[in-house]
T-cell receptor
Framework: GENVEQHPSTLSVQEGDSAVIKCTYSDSASNYFPWYKQELGKGPQLIIDIRSNVGEKKDQRIAVTLNKTAKHFSLHITETQPEDSAVYFCAVSKVGSQGNLIFGKGTKLSVKP | NAGVTQTPKFRVLKTGQSMTLLCAQDMNHEYMYWYRQDPGMGLRLIHYSVGEGTTAKGEVPDGYNVSRLKKQNFLLGLESAAPSQTSVYFC????????????????FGPGTRLTVL
């Protein structure tokens, strides 16, 4: 089955710096790649997603890039702020899976003021 | 819109007891999902439903049952709780498959923290 690996597991940056989180997947049939942000005590919140027919997508300070050949995709957060501190999860879905998501194990991002 | 709501927020059970977790959504979504989240494990799919009256097994279905009698509700049942079911449970919903049969955006509830002693 699909295997999603997420790195790093923890990431600490200074406010204003950029943060990059990377996920790799194993199944070449995967075609939907969302990113979720989870604050302490809350449910995951979708922050950005990308489909396999697109290589990059940007939404203000957040961007996602996809390399289908290498089977990896990355979340980029620029100009980080303390409120970006949270756990971030990548996920993958493929055709024929009824839209079911396979999640990475998460990255705890800490932004220091 | 309330989005996805879950009841209860917290629960403590003794081994062998049963309980039902309720998920409700007001977005007219076709698909609904139950996940469990354990430390260092990410989210794992327990069961899901692609429409009213339908259910299917996910990655970790053992020890759980589900029902989707109404489109807006998805119930998760534990018939005989075990300590291994101590976890945070999340419900999610989505419109279903997007164009080209790809996944669509899932929206999550706030979670239920369950402890089984």
């Amino acid at each position: 089955g699909e295997n999603v690996e997420q790195h790093p597991s923890t990431l600490s940056v200074q406010e204003g710096d950029s943060a990059v989180i990377k996920c790799t997947y194993s199944d070449s049939a995967s075609n939907y790649f969302p990113w979720y942000k989870q604050e302490l005590g809350k449910g995951p919140q979708l922050i950005i997603d990308i489909r396999s027919n697109v290589g990059e997508k940007k939404d203000q300070r957040i961007a996602v890039t996809l390399n289908k050949t290498a089977k990896h995709f990355s979340l980029h957060i620029t100009e980080t702020q303390p409120e970006d501190s949270a756990v971030y999860f990548c996920a993958v879905s493929k055709v024929g899976s009824q839209g079911n998501l396979i999640f990475g194990k998460g990255t705890k991002l800490s932004v220091k003021p | 819109n309330a989005g996805v709501t879950q009841t209860p927020k917290f629960r403590v059970l003794k081994t062998g007891q049963s309980m039902t977790l309720l998920c409700a959504q007001d977005m007219n979504h076709e698909y609904m999902y139950w996940y469990r989240q354990d430390p260092g494990m990410g989210l794992r799919l327990i069961h899901y439903s692609v429409g009213e009256g339908t259910t299917a097994k996910g990655e970790v279905p053992d020890g759980y049952n589900v029902s989707r009698l109404k489109k807006q509700n998805f119930l998760l049942g534990l018939e005989s709780a075990a300590p291994s079911q101590t976890s945070v449970y999340f419900c999610a919903s989505s419109y279903g498959l997007a164009g080209r049969m790809t996944g669509s955006r899932q929206f999550f509830g706030p979670g239920t923290r369950l402890t089984v002693l």
